[in-house]
């Protein structure tokens, strides 16, 4: 959060910096970025989920 006193900081895009994801694939980590055109776009295409907890049966 920021604070009242603080400045927001500004990045000119010259300053940025590419992002790199890593993502599990059959037990091993590897960048998104050496995937082939069909797997970079089934990566974009998945969904992100939270499976709820299991309820004790009391």
């Given at each position: 959060?920021?604070?009242?006193?603080?400045?927001?900081?500004?990045?000119?895009?010259?300053?940025?910096?590419?992002?790199?994801?890593?993502?599990?694939?059959?037990?091993?980590h590897r960048p998104?970025?050496s995937f082939n055109?069909?797997?970079?776009?089934?990566?974009?295409?998945?969904?992100?989920?939270?499976?709820?907890?299991?309820?004790?049966?009391?």
């Amino acid at each position: 959060m920021q604070s009242m006193n603080q400045p927001t900081i500004q990045l000119d895009d010259s300053e940025r910096q590419r992002c790199e994801i890593w993502t599990r694939v059959m037990g091993y980590h590897r960048p998104v970025s050496s995937f082939n055109i069909g797997k970079q776009g089934e990566f974009n295409e998945r969904k992100f989920f939270r499976e709820p907890h299991a309820q004790s049966a009391s």
